[in-house]
């Protein structure tokens, strides 16, 4: 089948690590790329933010990514992109008159938007990746999204042919929201277990007890509270992987960890490159992630797959994928996130157990030739009209 996927602020051959570039990018150029070795032909349109972009870039044997015009040819913050999307939604149709998908498959509320207005009839299915719910419960009035976002998700949720929650917890969400259980389907996100593994190069170490963190450096992530969490692991250090050389959040982290005396123990390494991603984190003997939320999670089921032990914030995808096989731990509470810690570094048996539930449960569950069929199997039942139990699907 064609298959289009929207993702307007997310570019997949974008570098991962900075404010708007994360798990999204990653997920979507990894799921197009299953796609098309089932046999679907791919198309990828996000917006073009350089001038130095081509019109179109050949990501992988049937998968083009497509640059849309829309507004400036420069980074914009996703939650400044609104103005724009009209005009995205406009390329999009043309696009469409001329070779028309089988079915297209939004990433992000503001792609969903463009894509069921330039649809016309061809099925949509939606995945939101983060909801304008969540993100208003937990940041207040640091909210940057637009003030409709929330109407406009419920909205589309309501009108999207299927939507793909990434984990129990957003069906809940979702639910809340008004939207009928039997439009949605569980299909969680991938990770590349050829380059996530076990065995394979592993990056220097420092002889000492090393905790990773590695993410978007955004507050919500919650790296303060690892670095807070450090004052009672005297025996450990931090590495803290993201973002780059001038990002403030970075700089903040770092004037965090001088404020508690930490300097010598805590490591801000900014922007790792992808491929050396699956190294660093067999380099620790624990990988942390503790964001305030988490619509999925990424980092923790990579590093489960590298056969490392996870500790984890007891939210959202963590629940489904970190539960069982890892240490979950409340958002925001380091002496918690501390107990942990030492319990997981002081035990090398219990570290080997974990690390190997790990690597079991991302094997089982979340290759990305798996994701893919399942994903494959919501586009073929909404390309036949059927839209009720979906459900069955997710696991």
Request: charged share 25%; hydrophobic share 40%.
């Amino acid at each position: 089948m064609k298959v289009d996927l929207i993702s307007e602020h997310a570019d997949p051959l974008a570098a991962v690590g900075g404010v708007d570039s994360g798990g999204q990018n990653v997920y979507v150029a990894a799921l197009a790329v299953a796609l098309a070795e089932r046999g679907h032909s791919v198309v990828i349109h996000t917006r073009r933010s350089s001038e130095s972009q081509p019109g179109s870039v050949r990501l992988a044997p049937g998968v083009t990514v497509e640059y849309v015009r829309a507004g400036p040819a420069v980074p914009v913050p996703k939650d400044d992109l609104p103005p724009y999307m009209p005009e995205f939604t406009e390329r999009l149709a043309a696009s469409w008159a001329g070779r028309r998908p089988d079915v297209v498959h939004a990433h992000f509320w503001m792609s969903g938007q463009a894509a069921l207005s330039a649809a016309a009839g061809i099925p949509v299915v939606q995945t939101f990746h983060a909801l304008g719910t969540v993100k208003r419960r937990w940041q207040g009035e640091a909210d940057t999204s637009p003030a409709h976002r929330i109407d406009t998700e419920r909205e589309l949720g309501l009108r999207a042919d299927a939507v793909l929650a990434t984990c129990s917890d957003e069906v809940s969400e979702l639910r809340s929201m008004g939207i009928p259980e039997q439009r949605i389907a569980v299909v969680p996100c991938g990770v590349d277990l050829s380059a996530f593994c076990p065995d394979g190069p592993v990056a220097p170490r420092t002889g000492r007890k090393t905790v990773l963190s590695i993410g978007r450096m955004v507050p919500r992530k919650g790296v303060d509270t690892v670095i807070a969490a450090m004052r009672r692991l005297p025996d450990a250090d931090l590495v803290i992987a993201g973002g780059g050389p001038d990002d403030e959040e970075a700089d903040r982290l770092r004037e965090l960890a001088r404020a508690y005396g930490l300097d010598h123990r805590v490591h801000v390494i900014g922007s790792v490159p992808r491929h050396h991603v699956p190294a660093l984190m067999r380099s620790a003997d624990v990988v942390v992630t503790v964001p305030w939320y988490e619509p999925f999670g990424m980092v923790p089921v990579e590093a489960m797959a590298c056969g490392v032990p996870v500790v984890a914030s007891a939210v959202g995808g963590h629940l489904d994928t970190v539960a069982g096989c890892g240490v979950l731990v409340p958002p925001r509470r380091p002496r918690a996130l501390a107990r942990a810690l030492r319990s997981v570094l002081g035990d090398p048996d219990r570290r080997a157990a974990l690390g190997a539930a790990g690597a079991r449960r991302a094997r089982e569950r979340y290759g990305w030739p798996c994701v893919a069929e399942r994903t494959e199997a919501v586009y073929t039942q909404v390309i036949d009209g059927k839209v009720c139990r979906l459900a069955a699907l997710g696991g």
